[in-house]
């Protein structure tokens, strides 16, 4: 399966230049440049496949691929900021045998030139945030030590007792005549009161 191609940035007109061989460390110059005769005119790319970015020079009319700059990092050989302008780059191109070629890339607006900039920053923190994150995610997080360390002790309280090992708290009595208990038998008779046999009428016989 191919690697998604998303587009973060699309340049109208830009200019490439042929560029002279590197003379001194002191980087390249675009003053050294012919600026008012560029070698060819077009639009410009940069296309993100996957974790790549590339750099594309096409016509601006049919949309043909005239040459494409991988970039693996920025600054970096892929793009280089000239010494003495902010609008100009000097890029290195690849064919699809491998070849390279560097060449000048300029552009007419210090606006263009600062968009360019910022994709490819933006692009390049893009990545070490992602590898930052998955990182972070890959690492085991900390465990819990539930364990009791050595003459390590727990008290576990459940309600106070009193002497002799009653709970302190206590029941209320049941009330006398309560229902589901046995009823009271009522009092022996005093002296001189009769006993009535069980069953017979509470009231005495006259007569």
């Not at 793009?79 to 552009?107: C, H, P, W």
């Amino acid at each position: 399966m191919s690697e998604y191609e998303s587009v973060s940035l699309v340049k109208p007109e830009v200019f490439i230049y042929r560029i002279p061989p590197l003379s001194t460390n002191k980087g390249h110059k675009a003053a050294d440049w012919n600026l008012d005769t560029p070698d060819w005119t077009g639009r410009l790319r940069l296309v993100a496949i996957g974790k790549k970015l590339e750099l594309r020079l096409e016509d601006k009319g049919s949309g043909q691929l005239y040459a494409k700059a991988p970039v693996e990092s920025y600054p970096g050989v892929g793009v280089e900021s000239v010494s003495d302008s902010s609008r100009y780059f000097v890029i290195r191109l690849v064919n699809e045998n491998g070849q390279t070629a560097n060449v000048g890339l300029g552009f007419a607006d210090r606006g263009d030139s600062f968009d360019f900039n910022v994709a490819l920053q933006d692009h390049f923190k893009y990545l070490e945030k992602a590898a930052e994150i998955e990182q972070q995610s890959s690492q085991p997080g900390p465990q819990l030590d539930l364990g009791f360390k050595e003459g390590q002790t727990i008290t576990i309280n459940i309600g106070k007792k009193r002497d002799g090992g009653a709970s302190s708290t206590s029941r209320p009595k049941p009330a006398a005549g309560a229902g589901g208990g046995f009823p009271l038998l009522p009092p022996p008779p005093g002296p001189g009161q009769q006993t009535r046999p069980r069953g017979q009428p509470g009231f005495d016989l006259i007569g």
